[in-house]
């Protein structure tokens, strides 16, 4: 926008000696203004005076009302509005001077205007009612004094720069208003994102911290119950031998008091029974003790408290595996799981959090059930120098809307106090902390199907600091 002063001034008038009187009044010739200043600067002293010139009018005639506004579009299509216009009331041809200053203002409704009128056809109170717009319009009466003119001029003038500096402000206050709480909702984002990450390391700390208490409390009794049964049974072996001892021996003697005693004794306890029995109840307990101890190093393995969460080379599948052996009992009573495993290179990660993506998309697959049974396929492959996992399950699906939102912290459509909504925002954090992708299908009613992909070997030489427990 033009930032000189606006000194342009619209006549519509079609009489044209107006527009001669008008020229004379408001744009005298520079000349005789300086010629006017210098002898005043000679009688009285001073100097000459600069604004004589910067304070001149720029004056447009028009001769009737159309073409003003003709004048007053093509001024504000070059960007060069109008500060104030002088509109003749009686006009014969075409517009009249109220339907004229109308017109004007659909256009610029900002113009100042001054009607000038000898009689009208309206009363003052009417135009002004009709106009709806007191603080726009003034009124001059013909014949009117030359000063008169130019005091309105210089007047609305100004006013019209006033009215413009305040809307250029307040739209700047704005443009900063807009701005400032632009950058607080950034800051809001970000504050939230990593509210989100502090509660992932919290989660994920503590994740591992039960799972090595839990593994170290298992630890031990299974360690003493696995050793007494070894000595158990050998002990028992050793008791078959004397058993089988006294059986030749009974066998062997002629038969005697002692000997009775002891064939109703065998009888009653039906030894044979026992001697097969026992030796499976021992195997058994063994193999249970065995699943007891694979459960732990599983827990291990999860939560990788060995080695801490370090990047390292470690296998998918594996992980997988001892995931799904510590969900197993949120998953017994949903679904069936079903595993398409393809031969998988080791991948470079932080197994523990890749763990804990594979836990959050495994439990909300099961969560997605309905009551009726389900099934949930894992699925992995390599694809160049990445690997891919899909989780997909038949469950109740996402709705389109919800999409694009499942990933934001704290979205959640599970009720209060069964999801708090960070399951799959920490595990895409932890699938960007490898470099790696994750990405969504699913149809209402159908099914879900997630897919991660990670890179085998994380080139990247920046890697992401670890949080510490
Ligand atoms: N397999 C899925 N099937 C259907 N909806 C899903 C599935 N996975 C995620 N969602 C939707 O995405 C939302 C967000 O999942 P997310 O794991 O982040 O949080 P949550 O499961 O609600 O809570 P949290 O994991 O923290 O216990 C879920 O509430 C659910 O609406
Ligand atoms: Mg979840």
Known sequence: ??????????????????????????????????????????????????????????????????EGLQRLCAAMEQDRPYALAFVDMRMPQGWDGAQTIEELWKVDPDLQVVVCTAYSDYSWEELLFRLQAHDRLLILKKPFDNIEVQQMANTLA????MARRASLQTSHLEQLVEQRSHALQLEIDERKQLESQLVQSEKLASLGQLAAGVAHEINNPVGFISSNLGTLDGYFKQLQQMFDAYQQ???????????????????????????????????????????????????????????????????????????????????????????????LPDIECLASQINQVVMNLVINAAQAMGPERGTITISNGTEGDRV?????????????????????????????????????????????????DISVTSEVGKGTTFRVILPIRQTAVEQYPLSTS
């Open 158 to 161: 100004a006013k019209w720069e």
């Open 249 to 343: 021996a009974e066998e062997a003697l002629a038969p005697g008091e002692c000997l009775e005693h002891l064939q109703t004794l065998r009888k009653g306890m039906d030894l044979e029974f026992l001697k097969e029995d026992i030796p499976i109840l021992i195997r058994e307990t063994k193999e249970g003790i065995g699943r007891v101890a694979q459960i732990v190093k599983d827990l291990k393995d999860f939560s990788r408290v060995d080695n801490d969460d370090k990047w390292q080379w470690a296998n998918l599948q594996q992980g997988i595996d001892s995931t799904l052996n510590i969900v197993a009992s949120e998953l017994k009573y949903k679904a069936d799981v079903v595993k398409r495993y393809q031969p």
């Open 1 to 66: 926008m033009n930032q000189l002063p606006n000194r342009r001034i619209l006549l519509i008038d079609d009489t044209p000696s107006i527009h001669e009187d008008f020229r004379k009044i408001l744009t005298p010739p520079v000349e005789q203004n300086l010629e006017l200043d210098e002898m005043e600067a000679a009688l009285f002293g001073g100097t000459v005076k600069p604004q004589a010139q910067v304070q001149a009018f720029e004056l447009d005639s028009a001769y009737g009302g159309q």
């Open 388 to 436: 891919w996992l899909e989780v997909a399950d038949n469950g109740c699906g996402i709705a389109p809307e919800s999409v694009q939102k499942i990933f934001d912290p704290f979205f959640t459509t599970k009720p209060v106090g069964e999801g708090t909504g960070l399951g799959l925002s920490l595990s895409y954090g932890i699938v960007k902390k490898h470099h790696g």
